[in-house]
């Protein structure tokens, strides 16, 4: 600094308090809405392998936390994806980022370059000030590396839904204390007492909204009502739990390949959760699962077997722990959480049919033959298979033919 001129580079660092019993849902934020964001390609992404090719995915990013990702497309610097995700927004200023990831086998995976989308530019509300329906046409977003500048596009939809506004358990306790000091109040000007002197301090806020109403009135729904609207945003609150040992407990909505939901280490002693998340469910009556997963390691996905898991319909999780705190068993005693959820409706016109659990077939598939394989032993042969995976996950094993590098199986599988 000189004469008022210059510039001041500041650092800062944050450690969070773990501050016992207090709920999870302690800096939850209700969603106005969620944004579905299709992933249709990329193209000439940047390629920091020194030998082969990235094997990169497409994760969304709102304010800087990971919301939800693509799979994995191996070996390319053009994947194309198809993938339509979902994700809860809480307010029009969040800041949204599509990042290309490559996927490391044993270090963190490494951006191959982002790019940040504007939600006050994509959102619209009607002449009240509430957020409405609202579809994107396709853009192209330029991928740009921290230090080796802009390497490819991705190309993408956008949609915006507005949620329902339904009452949540503050708003009702925000009520019942309106309530309790409105009696109070009736109560002390029929015996002719001043609230001046009647020894009770009233907060400035209380003293402010004792007698307001909301500006922006929300629905008081029963469950049956609620869960007749078939997509809707899950809001999950985790307090804490019996654990077995050591481990991660994971949420995966609607067999996703990645949780929506992840806990700290968790173990015998360090019982306590604490947090609250949320999730978009398309399909809740007919096609919509859950899955408790208690995992050894961290940021496991779908396919690695847990210590103790269970899958449920979604529905089912809802009406048990609706606005209450449940506890629920994942496989035996021996594993339990203490879990409460809501359900808010989301209002869209309808689902796309791509996006439908249920919009799927029977794949059939032919291994015929090979010719020409690589030699794998010393006699100058080989003893070939193939296996077939779905999702990273093996569903398929030829037999093995002896001898040979132009084998022929001609075996069906599906």
């Known amino acids: 600094m000189h004469k008022g001129l210059g510039e ?20 939850y934020t209700e969603p106005i809405g969620v944004l579905r964001v299709e992933i249709e390609k990329a193209v000439g992404l940047l390629n ?43 307010s029009p200023n969040q800041r949204v980022t599509i990042e290309a990831m490559d996927v490391e086998r044993s270090t963190p995976d490494r951006t ?72 109070k109040a009736e109560a002390d000007a029929a015996a002719g007492i001043d609230p001046r002197e009647s020894g009770v301090k009233r907060s400035k806020t209380l003293q402010e909204t004792d007698f307001e109403e909301d500006t922006k009135p929300k629905i008081d729904l029963p469950l049956e009502r609620l869960t007749e609207y078939d997509s809707g945003v899950c809001v999950f609150s985790v307090m804490d739990g019996i654990f077995p040992k050591e481990g991660y407990l994971q949420v995966f909505f609607d067999k996703n390949g990645y949780p929506a939901f992840e806990s700290k280490l968790v173990s015998q002693r360090r019982n306590r959760v604490n947090l609250t998340a949320d999730c978009m469910v398309k399909e809740l009556n007919k096609y919509s699962t859950v899955t408790l997963k208690f995992a050894a390691n961290k940021h496991a996905d779908i396919t690695k077997p847990g210590i103790k898991e269970i899958t449920i319909p979604t529905k089912d999780l809802i009406q048990n722990s609706y606005m209450k705190p449940t506890v629920m068993k994942i496989g035996d005693d021996s594993c339990k959480i203490k879990v409460m959820t809501r359900w808010i409706p989301v209002l869209m016109d309808s689902l796309p049919p791509a996006d439908s659990i249920g919009n799927s077939g029977k794949l059939s ?3 015929v033959r090979a010719n020409n394989l690589p030699v794998g032993d010393s006699n100058g042969k080989s003893d070939p298979f193939v296996k077939v995976y779905l999702n990273g996950k093996e569903e398929f094993k030829s037999k093995t033919i002896k001898k040979t590098l132009d084998p022929e199986w001609n075996e069906e599988c599906s």
């Open 8 to 27: 001041v580079k500041l650092a800062c660092s944050w450690s969070s308090v773990e501050i016992s019993g207090i709920g999870g849902s302690i800096g």
């Open 48 to 90: 920091l392998e020194k030998i082969g090719v990235v094997d990169p995915y497409v994760r969304i990013l709102i304010n800087g936390i990971q919301r939800a990702r693509t799979l994995t497309q191996e070996s390319t610097v053009d994947p194309v994806y198809n993938e339509a995700i979902y994700v809860p927004i809480s």
């Open 112 to 183: 191959l370059g982002s790019f940040q989308v504007r939600l006050n530019e994509i959102i619209d509300f009607d002449e009240t000030g509430e957020p409405i329906q609202t579809v994107v046409e396709s853009k192209k977003g330029t991928v740009v590396h921290p230090k080796r500048g802009a390497h490819g596009f991705i190309k993408y939809n956008m949609a915006f839904f507005p949620t329902l506004p339904v009452v949540s358990p503050e708003d009702i306790k925000e009520q019942q204390q309106k309530a309790a000091a409105r009696a």
């Open 365 to 367: 598939l032919r291994i």
